[in-house]
């Protein structure tokens, strides 16, 4: 290998003339619409995966997340991961995507798979989240391999399925299957919409669960003869309100998790059901009159890196205790539906500070620090892949995913395709003497 200081100008230069191919890429992955639910699409946009990274020198595996959550004969949970060994050995950057978009809702103007493009911006579900993103990872890498093919090390770049429903079938089964293993990967960059000059360190938890309040049915003439459900629910609705929710916005996190609402502890109640199942619309019958014997809530709780998993089921549970002794014939049931640690890169890993000096180098300012108050991917790659090193960092404005008339603008996309193969050339080359 030789110690030269590696050419950056040529490696800039060469990402400006893939504009077209770049924009054409994003287009082309716009127009597969991966829809999830219910996870549609997953092998075609493999398949145009395989065949573009193929062409440029890596090899491919497409891996279906048997018996994943969703995973059918009619909607199998396709994943792509390829890899573009160098010829010498080093550490491998690995850049993750999710391939699958969530549903198009109402509102749009433009087509919502369509790519059509209006003032410099790309349109289309998935455009920002997170098509955008891997259309601007795979020029990186190209442009790189095509100006250093004597690079040291690997470069990974895969699609996943099922993220925006959890990453059962798609990070969390490749995780499993030793993908991101230490010895195999070293450093992961997740191009999620968090924008070109932030470098995102992780997330908070979250804590699922349904809790349900007993009574007994009786006529609703005569409530004395039954125990209302829904009362015991208003309870501990009430016991939330006065005791809960001011705990939680009492306590502040270190994590730098925008927007600024979401450095203090979070709850929603998700949803709220009580006594008769609710009537189609054209039903025009009146209600019966009973006292209802069930009420249950879904309560979505969000949660910080200071505090446990145990701390915050267990918060929950003694109210629900508290109300059992001190409040007649109380009785409930609690049930987890699913739980997500907090997960939190080091500041001074080696991905965030390569990344913190290739933003300062190609957009001339420090990056912005943040952590996203709800989940991706990086929670398999940090709890079942062992791998600390991991941020996501992407263009894109993080507000637009999910919205309609959804976008990437194209000169971001083009300055952190830059960035990230500047930062290829830290991990990858060897750096001279300056
Ligand atoms: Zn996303």
Request: with cysteine.
């Amino acid at each position: 290998m030789t110690q030269t200081t590696p050419n950056l100008d040529a490696l800039m230069t060469r990402i400006e003339t893939m504009r077209d191919d770049l924009i054409a890429l994003t287009q082309d992955l716009i127009r597969i619409p991966t829809l999830n639910p219910p996870g549609d699409c997953y092998r075609d946009i493999c398949d145009y995966l395989d065949t573009r990274l193929t062409r440029h020198g890596f090899d491919t595996q497409l891996v279906r997340a048997h018996g994943a959550p969703g995973d059918s004969d009619k909607y199998p949970r396709w994943n792509i991961v390829a890899r573009k060994e160098g010829r010498h050995a080093g550490e491998c950057v690995h850049f993750n995507s999710h391939i699958d978009v969530v549903e198009v809702g109402h509102g749009w103007t433009f087509d919502p798979f369509g790519g059509e493009i209006s003032d410099g911006k790309i349109y289309g579900r998935g455009a920002c989240d997170m098509k955008g993103g891997l259309a601007a990872s795979i020029i990186a890498a190209e442009a790189f391999l095509q100006e250093f093919p004597d690079f040291a090390g690997a470069i990974e770049i895969s699609g996943t399925a099922d993220e925006e429903s959890g990453g059962y079938g798609g990070v969390a089964h490749l995780a499993e299957q030793g993908f991101f293993a230490p010895e195999r990967v070293q450093h992961v960059i997740i191009p999620e919409p968090l924008h070109k000059d932030r470098i995102c360190l992780g997330h908070r938890g979250g804590w699922w669960a349904e809790i349900e309040t007993f009574g007994e049915i009786a006529h609703g003439s005569m409530p004395f003869l039954g125990d209302c459900a829904v009362r015991h629910m208003g309870a501990v609705l009430d016991k939330f309100e006065s005791d809960l929710f001011p705990a939680m916005a009492a306590r502040h996190t270190d994590m730098p998790v925008v927007p600024e609402g979401a450095r203090s502890s979070t709850m929603n109640i998700n949803s709220i059901h009580g006594g008769q199942p609710e009537q189609d619309p054209d039903y025009t019958g009146l209600p019966a009159h009973c006292v209802p014997d069930s009420c249950r809530i879904v309560i979505d709780r969000r949660y910080l890196a200071e505090e446990t998993h145990a701390g915050v089921s267990g918060e929950v549970e003694s109210i629900l205790r508290d109300l059992e002794k001190s409040r007649e014939n109380f009785r409930f049931a609690m049930r987890e539906i699913n739980h997500v640690a907090p997960s939190m890169t080091d500041r001074n890993a080696p991905v965030v500070s390569t990344v913190d000096r290739s933003i300062t180098e190609i957009l001339g300012k420090s990056p912005e620090y943040v952590a996203s108050p709800g989940t991706y991917d990086q929670k398999h790659i940090d709890r079942i892949g062992k791998l600390k090193n991991c941020i996501a960092y992407g263009p894109g404005i993080l507000e637009l995913a999910h919205k309609p008339d959804e976008y990437i603008g194209i000169d971001d996309m083009i300055d952190s395709a830059k960035v990230m193969a500047h930062s290829l050339t830290q991990l990858l080359l060897p750096q001279g003497d300056d």
